[in-house]
């Protein structure tokens, strides 16, 4: 990659952590170690959009996940928190992206529309060049450690990926139902298939949350489950989903041909650490897990 275009993508990462910072042009130029007489062109050049809109848009991006998973939140503290100092302003921008009102979009989520208007400009690094010279992470950064059994409740989408968010809504307001709160009970996904290779009507995504032991379920679309014990490896990921798949890729095709290590009979799965939209995209934690076990000698 050009080492430019790079300072360019580390700009974009910090709008991303902090919306605020794209009206702070020496703040920005200095993260770029560019000069401020060329930053806003350059940006402009690069991304065909101006420092200013961007950072709009990560603002509205992360209201849109606050109004659809975060019903508890008033609409208002919603545009006040994303910078904006009124409800009108606010609607005005969030209209501009998403074409309908803040309110409509609460009773009603778009979840195509949350997938199709923005793509953090920090995650082009990861579908430029081919990815077998761009490693998204190194064999050391990889660790294998004993993941133990965690008793779990799972509700697992099946159908079109980009309606997995919907599944993901319905999955937060029963685990709220039942006071499973990520503060005191872990986050996972489970990723059965690959989007890439699988037909959207068998596409599966597993949304789940650990439980107590103890715990009855009764819901029609959620299952009592657990995740096995036994080895993984394991790397964190730092920024947004869209660099997940290419994460997957590199624990498939290079780590694990690189060691003695043969997969386990139970999907790759990830746990949500830190999530969006708590945190900014560029701050989310997603730690890896890729079951495995020691080849057995014939």
Request: charge should be negative; proline fraction near 7%; glycine fraction near 4%.
């Amino acid at each position: 990659m050009n080492p430019l275009f790079q300072r360019l993508v580390n700009v974009a990462e910090a709008i991303e952590r902090e919306p605020s910072l794209a009206s702070d042009l020496q703040a920005l130029s200095d993260v770029a170690a560019l000069s401020p007489f060329h930053l806003h062109r350059l940006f402009a050049s690069h991304f065909n959009q101006n420092i200013g809109a961007y950072g709009r848009k990560v603002r509205v991006y992360r209201a849109a996940y606050q109004l659809a998973f975060r019903n508890d939140i008033p609409i208002l503290t919603v545009a006040l928190d994303a910078g904006f100092s009124s409800a009108e302003g606010f609607a005005r921008a969030f209209k501009k992206l998403f074409d309908v009102a803040p309110s409509t979009f609460r009773a009603q989520p778009q979840w195509e529309l949350l997938h199709q208007r923005f793509t953090p400009l920090s995650s082009l690094t990861v579908h430029r060049g081919n990815p077998m010279n761009n490693p998204p992470f190194s064999a050391q950064q990889v660790n294998v450690q004993h993941f133990p059994t965690i008793p779990i409740a799972e509700w697992v989408h099946q159908g079109q990926p980009n309606l997995v968010l919907k599944t993901v809504k319905s999955f937060i307001d029963w685990r709220k139902q039942e006071t499973l709160p990520p503060s005191a009970y872990r986050t996972f996904n489970v990723l059965y298939d690959d989007p890439n290779a699988t037909r959207d009507e068998d596409y599966r995504f597993g949304v789940a949350c650990e439980i107590p032991q103890e715990k009855t379920i009764d819901h029609s679309n959620i299952e009592k489950k657990h995740i096995p014990a036994g080895l993984c490896a394991t790397v964190r990921l730092i920024g947004d989903d869209s660099q997940i798949g290419s994460y997957v890729h590199e624990l498939y095709a290079s780590w694990l041909p690189s060691t003695l290590f043969v997969l386990r009979d139970f999907p790759i799965f990830i746990e949500r650490v830190r999530f969006y939209p708590e945190v900014g995209a560029a701050d989310a934690i997603t730690d890896i897990y890729l079951p495995i076990e020691e080849a057995q000698s014939k």
